[in-house]
C-alpha cells in the first residue's frame, strides 16, 4: 500500500520543573493511503504528543522535538517553517480534538469556524464558503444545516459539536485525519454514532485516518491496523486480526484482559494492570513494562528489547519473542 | 510497513544466556514503586505556599508590620498625642526618627499608631464580613430554592449601591468614630464573601461524603458545620486576606474627605492626607505612612494570591 | 433578551430607590435636622426649603415630595452657598469631572488590556514580570499618593507640566496617569489571567489546526475571547474612577464635582452632599447597567441561560 504518512525514529521531550519528561522515544509507524490506524495506550504513554508532533501542534516551549522525522506525501513536516505548516495544517491534515465542549471557540457562530479554514486555504468567497460549510454540516449529519450554521456552539449537545469538529476538519477534503480521543468525553450511544459518522466520510473521501484513543472497543470497530504505545514506545504493531486475536506483547494482551467482553463468563474476573507506567524523566534503561509485567524475565530490567517482526504486519518489542525465551519458558 | 529481515531481536544478542530470560518474581523486580508520601489536603497547600517565595516574603512582611504596629509606640520615649510646637515639621534625625509633623508629633510613634488603627479598622471589617458573609451565604447556598432566590435578589440589589456612597452617607449622619467608620465599611462589603460562600456550599452539598452523612441522619447544623464550611475554607480564608488591603484602603480615602478617625488618633490614611497640603515642603511626612500603606498592601495582595495558588492549584498558571 | 434587559432594568431601579430613600432618612436622622434648624441657614434659605420639602408636613409627605423633586432633576438647594441650586452646581462642574473621567477610562482600557495581552503573550518572561510588578505596585499604591508623586517629580522638579490647573490638553496627562494607576492594574491583571485561560484552550488548538495564522487566531480568536472579563470590570472600573476624581481633583485643582462634593461634606452642607450621592449613585447604577448589556452583546452564551431561566 502506497503510504502517506512515515514517522520515523521521533523522540519529543518537555521539559518540566523536575527535569526532562521524554515523552516519545523512538517511535516509528507508517499510515498508508485510505487507511485507519489506531494508536492504543493508557494516559501517558505518548500517543497525544506523538499526533499532536505531527501536526506541530505541540507548544515548544515546553516540548521539544529531539530527533526524528514526519514524512508527509514526501516531506518532513519536521523541517517546514511555521508559515508552511499553515499550509498544510487544515488543507492536507485535519485534526479533531478529545472534548467537543471546549474544541470550539464559544464566542463565533459554528458556520464561521467551518469556513474559516476553506476561506483561508481554498480562497473562496464567504458565499461559496458556506455553500460548502452547509453541506459539510449536512453530510456529518446535523439536521436543519442551514439555520444550524447560524448558532453559537453552546446550542448543540456534545455529540453535535463533535460532528461539527468533524465538519471543521474534513471541510478541506484534507487527505489525513488525526482524531485524538474523538469518542473520550462522549456518552456510549453518541459514541458509535461519532465512530459512523468518520467511517462514512471516510469512505466518501478516502481520508487516512489515525485514530488515537485508549478505548479498545473504538479501535475493534473501526481500525485497520492498531499501534500500541507505552511508556513512549511502540510496544506492538499488527492489524486489528493480529491484536485482538494473537497479541504477543504482555502489555497488549493486559489491555485486552482489562477490557470487558459480552461473552465472558461472570466468574471470569476481569485483570486490571497493576502499577503504573514509569517515570519517564528517567525512562528505566531495560523495558519499560518490566516492572508490571507477569512474564518478566532477568534480561528486561537490563536491556529495552528491539523489535521482533513475526509477520509482514505483526510486530512485537518484548523479549519473550527471543528464540533463548522460549526454550527456558518450556523447559 | 517494510518487512526487515530480523527475526530475531538484535540488540546484544551474542552475550545472552539462558539465565537471562528466567522469570523473575514479583518481590524481586527492583522498580518497586515507592509512594509519595500523601499529604493532607492542607498540608499539600502548606507546602505549596511554602515554596512560593514572593508569597512567603508578604507574609513576612505582614507579620513584621503587625509586630511593629503592636511594639512600635513602645519602644520610643515620645507618644502619639503630645503636641510640641517648638519642634514642628522637623525632617528625620536621631531624636525623631521618622521627624515631627506641624504639631511637633513624633512621626514614629505615629506611623505605627496609624497602622495599628488602619490594620484594625482592616481586620475588623474583613472579619465581620466573613461572619455575616458565612452566615448569609450559608444559608443561600445550604438551603437553596426559593429562600436561596429572594436572599440573592436581596444581596443583589444591595450590592448595586455604590457602597462608597452608603458608607460616606453614614458616616457624615453618625459622627465617625473607629466603631462607626468599621460599620460603615461592612454595611455591603459581606455581599461578596456570601456570594463566595453560596458557591462553595452549593458545589459541595451535592458532594457523596455530604450525601452520606445525610443519610446516616446528620441534622442540617452538623451538615453546615462539620462537613460544609470547613471544606469551603479556602476560598473564604482567600478573600478574608484579600479584603483586608480594600477596607485600609476604604478607610484611607475616608479619611481623606475628613470622615476617618479624628485627630488626634490617626490611621495611615490620615497621616497622608493631612500631609498633602504640605508635602513638598515636608515629604517625610507623607513618605513613611504612604511607603508602609503601600508595602502593607502589597503584603497583603501578594500573600492573598500566593494563598489562593496554593489552596486551589488547578487555578494556577 | 428583552427579559433579561428589562430585569436588570428594574432592579436598578430599585437599588436607586433604595440609595435615594436612605440618603433622605439618613439626613432625618441627624440630630437637629438639618432641614428644621441649623443656626447658620440664613432665613431665606429656610423658607425657600420648608417651602419646597413641606417640612410642616409629616416624614411620608416630604418623601413624597423629595421623589417627585428629585425625578424632576432638582436636588433643591444649596445650605452654605447662598442661592446656588444643587443640581446647577453639578452641571456646572461636572462636565469637566467627566472630561476627565473618561479619558482616564480609556486610558485605562488600552494601556491595562495591551500590557495584559503582552504579559500573557510573552508569559514567564521579562515583559510579563515587568508588567505585573507595576500591576502589583498599581495596586498597592493609592492613586493620592501616586498623585502627589506625579505632582513632585514632573511638575515641581521637572517643570514638564502644570502643578495646578486644568486648561489645556498637557494638563490632562498627570491627573489621568493618577487616575487609572489602579484601573490599569486591575486590568491588566485581569486581561493577563483570561488571555492565558484562552492561550491554553482546546479551541485554540482547533484554530491551529484548521491551519489559520497566527495573528487571525490571536485577533479573531484570542483577545475576542480574552477580553471579556474586562467588560465585567467597567462597572467597578466606573467607580474607581469617580471615587479617585473625588481626591485626584483636590491635589491638581480642578474644579469638577469631585471637588463640589469634598468641599460639601467638610462644609456639612446636607442638601448638596444628598444631591451629589444620588447623582454618582445614578452614574454608577447607570454603568453598571450598561456593563450588564454589553456582556449580552459579546458573549452569546448568555442570552441561553436567561431564556432557560425565564
Known amino acids: 500500500m502506497e503510504s502517506i504518512l512515515e514517522v520515523k525514529d521521533l523522540h519529543v521531550s518537555f521539559s518540566v520543573r523536575g527535569g526532562e519528561v521524554k515523552a516519545v522515544r523512538g517511535v516509528n509507524f507508517t499510515v498508508g493511503k485510505g487507511e485507519t490506524v489506531a494508536i492504543v495506550g493508557e494516559s501517558g504513554s505518548g500517543k497525544s504528543v506523538t499526533a499532536q508532533t505531527i501536526m506541530r501542534l505541540i507548544p515548544s516551549p515546553p516540548s521539544k522535538i529531539k530527533q526524528g522525522q514526519v514524512i508527509f506525501n514526501g516531506e518532513d513536516l519536521l523541517s517546514k517553517t511555521n508559515k508552511q505548516m499553515e499550509a498544510i495544517r487544515g488543507k492536507d491534515i485535519g485534526m479533531i480534538f478529545q472534548d467537543p465542549m471546549t474544541s470550539l471557540n464559544p464566542t463565533i457562530k459554528v458556520g464561521k469556524q467551518i469556513t474559516e479554514g476553506l476561506i483561508k486555504h481554498q480562497n473562496l468567497s464567504f458565499a461559496e464558503a458556506k455553500t460548502r460549510g452547509v453541506e459539510m454540516l449536512k453530510l456529518v449529519g446535523i439536521k436543519n444545516a442551514e439555520a444550524r450554521f447560524n448558532q453559537y456552539p453552546h446550542e448543540f449537545s456534545g455529540g453535535m459539536r463533535q460532528r461539527v469538529m468533524i465538519a471543521i476538519a474534513l471541510a478541506c477534503r484534507p487527505s489525513l485525519l488525526i482524531a485524538d480521543e474523538p469518542t473520550t468525553a462522549l456518552d456510549v450511544t453518541i459514541q458509535a454514532q461519532i465512530i459512523n459518522v468518520m467511517k462514512d466520510m471516510q469512505e466518501r473521501f478516502g481520508t487516512s485516518i489515525i485514530m488515537i484513543t485508549h478505548d479498545l ?64 524523566i528517567k525512562p528505566p534503561v531495560g523495558c519499560p513494562f518490566a516492572a508490571r509485567c507477569d512474564h518478566a524475565m532477568k534480561v528486561c530490567e537490563r536491556i529495552d528489547p528491539d523489535p521482533t517482526h513475526l509477520s509482514d504486519t505483526h510486530m512485537s518489542r518484548c523479549w519473550l519473542q527471543h528464540p533463548m525465551a522460549q526454550e527456558v519458558q518450556s523447559s | 510497513m517494510s518487512v526487515k529481515n530480523e527475526l530475531i531481536p538484535q540488540a546484544s544478542a551474542a552475550n545472552l544466556t539462558p539465565e537471562d530470560f528466567r522469570q523473575i518474581g514479583v518481590d524481586e523486580k527492583q522498580s518497586e514503586v515507592i509512594q509519595r508520601e500523601s499529604l493532607s489536603a492542607w498540608r499539600d497547600s502548606w507546602e505549596r505556599l511554602r515554596s512560593n517565595k514572593l508569597a512567603m516574603a508578604g507574609l513576612i512582611v505582614m507579620a513584621l508590620v503587625v509586630i511593629m504596629a503592636f511594639i512600635g509606640p513602645m519602644i520610643s520615649k515620645f507618644d502619639y498625642q503630645t503636641n510640641d510646637l517648638m519642634n514642628t515639621n522637623k525632617p528625620p534625625n536621631s531624636v525623631h526618627w521618622f521627624g515631627t509633623d506641624d504639631l511637633g508629633r513624633d512621626m514614629f510613634v505615629r506611623t505605627w499608631m496609624g497602622a495599628r488603627i488602619s490594620l484594625v479598622v482592616g481586620l475588623a471589617a474583613a472579619l465581620i464580613d466573613v461572619m455575616i458573609g458565612v452566615i448569609y451565604g450559608g444559608i443561600m447556598g445550604y438551603f437553596g ?173 | 433578551m428583552v427579559r433579561y434587559i428589562t430585569s436588570k432594568f428594574l432592579y436598578m431601579l430599585v437599588s436607586l430607590l433604595i440609595l435615594i430613600t436612605a440618603t433622605f432618612f439618613l439626613m432625618k436622622a441627624i440630630p437637629g435636622n438639618p432641614f428644621m434648624s441649623e443656626k447658620q441657614v440664613p432665613p431665606q434659605i429656610r423658607e ?91 495596586i498597592a499604591v493609592p492613586s493620592f499618593v501616586v498623585a502627589s508623586m506625579l505632582q513632585f517629580v514632573f511638575a515641581q522638579k521637572a517643570g514638564i507640566f502644570n502643578v495646578m490647573g486644568f486648561n489645556g490638553p498637557l494638563d490632562y496627562v498627570l491627573p489621568v496617569a493618577a487616575l487609572a494607576a489602579q484601573p490599569i492594574a486591575f486590568i491588566a491583571r485581569l486581561t493577563r489571567s483570561s488571555m492565558l485561560e484562552v492561550l491554553h484552550a482546546d479551541y485554540i488548538k482547533t484554530a491551529r489546526a484548521k491551519g489559520l495564522n497566527w495573528m487571525t487566531i490571536l485577533f479573531r480568536h484570542v483577545v475576542r475571547n480574552g477580553i471579556l472579563p474586562v467588560i465585567t470590570y467597567l462597572g467597578p472600573m466606573t467607580a474607581n474612577i469617580i471615587t479617585g476624581s473625588v481626591v485626584i481633583e483636590q491635589i491638581f485643582g480642578i474644579g469638577g464635582l469631585g471637588k463640589v462634593f469634598v468641599s460639601s461634606i467638610s462644609n456639612r452642607d446636607y442638601t448638596l452632599i444628598m444631591g451629589v450621592t444620588i447623582f454618582y449613585g445614578v452614574i454608577l447604577m447607570l454603568a453598571r447597567f450598561l456593563t450588564d448589556i454589553a456582556y449580552v452583546f459579546v458573549d452569546p452564551r448568555i442570552k441561553l441561560t436567561n431564556r432557560k431561566e425565564g
Open chain 1, 217 to 280: 472497543g473504538v479501535v475493534a470497530g473501526m481500525a485497520d491496523r492498531v499501534i500500541v504505545m507505552y511508556a513512549g514506545e511502540v510496544v506492538e504493531t499488527g492489524t486489528s486480526m493480529e491484536i485482538f486475536k494473537n497479541p504477543q506483547h504482555p502489555y497488549t494482551r493486559g489491555l485486552l484482559r482489562s477490557l470487558p467482553r459480552i461473552d465472558q463468563r461472570k466468574d471470569e474476573p476481569l485483570v486490571p494492570i497493576i502499577g503504573t507506567p514509569p517515570d519517564l
Open chain 2, 145 to 317: 430554592g426559593r429562600v436561596d432566590e429572594i436572599m440573592n435578589k436581596f444581596a443583589e440589589i444591595l450590592y448595586s449601591i455604590p457602597y462608597l456612597l452608603v458608607t460616606i452617607l453614614l458616616l457624615v449622619v453618625f459622627e465617625p468614630s473607629l466603631g462607626t467608620i468599621i460599620l460603615a465599611l461592612t454595611i455591603t462589603g459581606w455581599i461578596n464573601m456570601s456570594w463566595i460562600v453560596r458557591g462553595e456550599i452549593m458545589q459541595l452539598k451535592n458532594r457523596e461524603y455530604v450525601l452520606a452523612s445525610r443519610s446516616m441522619g446528620a441534622g442540617s447544623g452538623r451538615l453546615l458545620f462539620r462537613h460544609l464550611l470547613p471544606n469551603a475554607m479556602g476560598p473564604i480564608i482567600v478573600t478574608l486576606t484579600l479584603s483586608v488591603p480594600n477596607a485600609i484602603f476604604s478607610e484611607a480615602f475616608l479619611s481623606y474627605l475628613g470622615l476617618g478617625v479624628q485627630e488626634p488618633v490617626a490611621s495611615l490614611g490620615s497621616m497622608i492626607s493631612s500631609s498633602l497640603s504640605g508635602w513638598m515642603l515636608y515629604p517625610w511626612r507623607m513618605l513613611f505612612p504612604a511607603l508602609l500603606i503601600s508595602l502593607t498592601m502589597l503584603a497583603f495582595n501578594i500573600f492573598g494570591d500566593g494563598l489562593r495558588d496554593a489552596l486551589d492549584p488547578k487555578l494556577k498558571k
Open chain 3, 48 to 138: 425657600r426649603l420648608m417651602e419646597q420639602y413641606g417640612l410642616d408636613k409629616p416624614v411620608i409627605v416630604q418623601y413624597g415630595q423629595y421623589l417627585k423633586n428629585i425625578a424632576q432633576g432638582d436636588f433643591g438647594i444649596s445650605m452654605k452657598m447662598q442661592n446656588k441650586e444643587v443640581t446647577g452646581l453639578i452641571t456646572d462642574t461636572f462636565g469637566a469631572s467627566l472630561k476627565l473621567g473618561l479619558v482616564a477610562i480609556v486610558v485605562s482600557l488600552v494601556v491595562g488590556v495591551l500590557l495584559g495581552l503582552l504579559a500573557a503573550l510573552y508569559h514567564r518572561r521579562l515583559i510579563d514580570n515587568v508588567a505585573m510588578v507595576l500591576a502589583v505596585l498599581g
